[in-house]
């Protein structure tokens, strides 16, 4: 069965990094776009990047453009999201989830999450 599981998420002061990773097993990772979103909490989840399948396209949120990064290794089946510059408002639960787009619905299999929790 598809699974995808988040790590990589911790407490960060702000201007800090973190590099969050996806690990996927269950489906050929190489066919499919991935993205990730977040979620604070009394918010509702919201797009932060995405990548296609082969990594030559990726997307971003205005928010986190210029500061996050989204990368792929294929034979690794690993999605990553390297965040710079980190910010409280960046605070949240991040999924990554297996599809291509700005919108949770274009998305079809979700992991757990990871909590990103940076302080001023």
């Known amino acids: 069965q598809v699974q995808l599981a988040e790590s990589g998420g911790g407490l960060v002061q702000a201007g800090g990094s973190l590099r969050l990773s996806c690990a996927t097993s269950?489906?050929?990772?190489?066919?499919?776009?991935m993205g990730w979103f977040r979620q604070a909490p009394g918010k509702e989840r919201e797009f932060v990047s995405a990548i296609n399948y082969s990594g030559s396209r990726t997307d971003y949120a205005d928010s986190v453009k210029g500061r996050f990064t989204i990368s792929r290794d294929n034979k690794k089946n690993l999605v990553y999201l390297q965040m710079n510059s980190l910010k409280p408002e960046d605070t949240a639960a991040y999924y990554c989830?297996?599809?291509?787009?700005?919108?949770?619905?274009?998305?079809?299999?979700w992991g757990q999450g990871t909590q990103v929790t940076v302080s001023s």
């Open positions: 989830a297996r599809g291509w787009g700005s919108l949770p619905r274009q998305y079809d299999y």
């Open positions: 269950g489906f050929t990772f190489s066919g499919y776009g």
